[in-house]
């Protein structure tokens, strides 16, 4: 059973505009939650990652929203770019869990197009 | 800085083959990773490794056995392919989940 879903399997956004990518959770243990960006023939990587004691957290272009309460997160790129292109997973850290691993969603593949 | 190399790159096996994935970090973290990525399923954990000595089952751990080697190395052996195993492969590694993992390049792994 997925304790972290991302619904939508795809997103296409112009260039310029702003690019939305949604996750939910249903675990309320989670209390971190990051985003990963993964290019074809590469391994995923970290960008931007946000505690449960806070509902947002920017770095650049990039901006996680927390809303608890909807066990909703969501990931803003603005203005989005080409570069931007790829498959992003949201994931969450289980504090309660004795592994302490992190939990997937599906990915969302982001096509920019210019 | 290499941080996680994973060996092969690629790779095309025959049904019943065995074949070993290699992965090595040089950050010094205690708990590593096996994951699975196939379409539209995300990630899946296949097994980990919280501490060196140390090896447990994740969610997809059939067909599947690891050896963690030392503090370095965290091996994923394939004892008899099957086609169902074709899928890419990331070795991932942490000191603390918490703060995420550093993924290796990945394995891409096709059985006929």
């Known amino acids: 059973d997925q304790q972290v879903k991302q619904n939508s399997p795809s997103l296409s956004v112009q260039e310029g505009r702003i690019s939305i990518l949604n996750c939910d959770y249903t675990?309320?243990?989670?209390?971190?939650f990051l985003w990963y960006k993964k290019y074809p023939a590469e391994g995923p990587t970290f960008l931007i990652s946000?505690?449960?004691?806070?509902d947002k957290n920017e770095d650049g272009r990039f901006t996680v929203f927390l809303n608890k309460s909807a066990k909703h997160l969501s990931l803003h790129i603005v203005p989005s770019q080409p570069g931007d292109s790829a498959v992003y997973f949201c994931?969450?850290?289980?504090?309660?869990?004795?592994?302490?691993?992190?939990?997937f969603g599906r990915g969302t593949q982001l096509t920019v197009w210019p | 800085n290499a941080g996680v190399t994973q060996t092969p790159k690629f790779q095309v096996l025959k049904t019943g083959q065995s074949m070993t994935l290699q992965c090595a970090q040089d950050?010094?973290?205690?708990?590593m990773y096996w994951y699975r990525q196939d379409p539209g399923m995300g990630l899946r954990l296949i097994y980990y490794?919280?501490?060196?000595?140390?090896?447990d089952k994740g969610e997809v751990p059939n067909g599947y056995n690891v050896s963690r080697l030392n503090k370095r190395e965290f091996s994923l052996r394939l004892e008899s392919a099957a086609p169902s195993q074709t899928s890419v492969y990331f070795c991932?590694?942490?000191?603390?989940?918490?703060?995420?993992?550093?993924f290796g390049s990945g394995t891409r792994l096709t059985v006929v």
């Open positions: 675990n309320s243990m989670f209390d971190y």
């Open positions: 994931a969450a850290f289980d504090r309660g869990s004795t592994l302490g691993r992190l939990y």
């Open positions: 991932a590694s942490t000191t603390s989940s918490r703060y995420g993992y550093t």
């Open positions: 490794s919280a501490s060196e000595g140390t090896t």
């Open positions: 950050m010094n973290h205690n708990s």
């Open positions: 946000i505690s449960s004691i806070k």
